[in-house]
């Protein structure tokens, strides 16, 4: 029910926005041209509709990124209305800035300046009414939906807060039924009618239309005899999963597979179309960073080999998302017989994290050095990106060996494609020696994930790589 009432609201909000983007264009164009100076330029119809259909896309973006299309009420009028002003300020400033700077036809000030007057008060008025409507009013009507909730005194709560914050045209939480003796409910917010033995009586006494059961885990109750009690005398119900815990609502999700309802557990900040900017965004860096990895390989393979004997690039195996083996490129920055000279490098048994003896180690080449240095070394691994066996942003590709001695926890940063460059690099790179803390940048990461949260790392990596910071 909270969901189809909001998507009615948000797509009535829509078309409610987009006819006063266009009214308020027009409106604005022919007022400019009564109040206009006489021997000035009358800016074309065409720009104006220009105009009207760029802040109407602009509008549904920006308005939608500031929660004025979500499901999620507004705490106070004054906070909604900050929202709106912040929107249609970005969006006046992105377009009509970005004409004036590019020399576009002429840009009526008069013009601008009515036009965000009037969308402004517009939108403000509509939203001013929808606010009082739904916050004082609309679940006092005397056919609001009235909801019980059964459950222990948490649950209660953090539905109760829930539903004060859903976007509908009228519910009202009638009471609830506490489950233990927690005294902690505000009764101002969902006051306590009874307990499960009243059932019967507090649905007919009180004209309930929904009940949501939030019962917790240990609770011995036979709740398929009260849902049937509801099927029975045409009560609808929800019920909150036993397993779901307030302190943590992320981490569960509800889908439907073919009407099939199933809980999803939600183990990273991964969504659908959060990969999939991601996979562009790799693509498009994929493709740019092959271009120049094939400008320099003819450089690059000049000059190891004249350094040192060996193959002009390196191949390792690799592990990626969950466990899935792939070979990773780079240019040889080291002796062809690298292998064969570890005398010097100290792995660590419990991580598999090499360590070296000395501060320098031996087996890299002057023309290595340098190459790693610059990071020019990693270029190769575009070629990974574009195949799809790594992400530009994401964590370390660790080696079977270290993967092989993995505790539990360590898992968890392999659950996603590995990165050309990630937290770990733009945090200090080599200098950052303990294996632990390298898995808890990686888990920040992938706890934290945000596309852009991706191109801050991005940027920050361009700079990293210019100032060589970290480089060995």
Aim: with cysteine; net charge positive.
């Amino acid at each position: 029910m909270y969901t189809q009432q909001f998507n009615i609201i948000a797509k009535t909000l829509m078309i409610l926005d987009a006819a006063i983007i266009l009214i308020s264009g027009y409106a604005a164009y022919y007022l400019s041209i009564i109040y206009r100076p006489e021997n000035t330029m009358i800016m074309s119809s065409y720009y104006v509709l220009i105009s009207i259909m760029c802040i109407m896309f602009l509008n549904n973006y920006l308005m939608g990124s500031f929660g004025l299309y979500g499901e999620k009420r507004f705490t106070s009028f004054l906070a909604m209305s900050q929202a709106i002003i912040t929107a249609i300020g970005l969006e006046f400033t992105g377009f009509f800035g970005s004409a004036f700077f590019m020399g576009k036809p002429h840009v009526d000030r008069i013009f601008v300046l009515l036009f965000f007057i009037l969308i402004f008060t517009a939108m403000l008025l509509v939203r001013l009414f929808l606010y009082f409507y739904i916050s004082k009013h609309s679940h006092k009507r005397l056919y609001s939906y009235n909801i019980l909730i059964a459950g222990s005194a948490r649950r209660i709560k953090n539905i109760a807060d829930a539903l004060e914050r859903q976007l509908s045209w009228g519910h009202n939480i009638t009471g609830c039924i506490c489950t233990d003796d927690n005294t902690e409910i505000d009764d101002t917010l969902a006051p306590v009618l009874g307990r499960m033995d009243d059932f019967d009586q507090i649905i007919y006494d009180y004209q309930i239309d929904e009940i949501i059961f939030a019962l917790p885990r240990d609770f011995p109750l036979d709740l398929k005899k009260y849902l049937n009690r509801c099927d029975l005398i045409g009560v609808a119900y929800k019920i909150v999963p036993a397993f779901f815990d307030p302190s943590n609502p992320k981490a569960m999700a509800v889908e439907t597979l073919h009407n099939i309802p199933v809980l999803v557990s939600n183990k990273s900040a991964f969504n659908v179309s959060g990969l999939l900017y991601k996979r562009m965004l790799d693509i498009l860096a994929g493709l740019v960073g092959t271009i120049i990895f094939l400008i320099i390989y003819p450089f690059a393979a000049i000059s190891i080999k004249l350094d040192s004997p060996g193959p002009v690039m390196f191949k390792q195996c690799r592990i990626g998302m969950h466990g899935r083996k792939f070979y990773i490129y780079k240019f040889r920055t080291m002796v062809a017989d690298a292998e064969a000279q570890k005398a010097g490098i100290l792995v660590n048994p419990k991580t598999a994290w090499p360590e070296l003896k000395t501060g320098k180690d031996p087996r890299i080449t002057r023309i290595g050095s340098f190459l790693r240095k610059t990071s020019l070394d990693e270029f190769p691994q575009f070629l990974n990106v574009l195949k799809g066996t790594m992400s530009l942003i994401g964590t370390r590709p660790p080696t079977p060996s270290e993967v092989d001695v993995y505790e539990d926890w360590h898992r968890k940063r392999i659950s996603i494609k590995p990165g050309l460059t990630g937290l770990w690099q733009i945090s200090g790179r080599k200098n950052i020696t303990d294996f632990a803390e390298v898995v808890k940048l990686d888990l920040a990461y992938i706890d934290g994930w945000k596309f852009r949260r991706d191109i801050s790392i991005l940027w920050k990596t361009a700079l990293t790589v210019v100032t060589c910071k970290g480089a060995k």
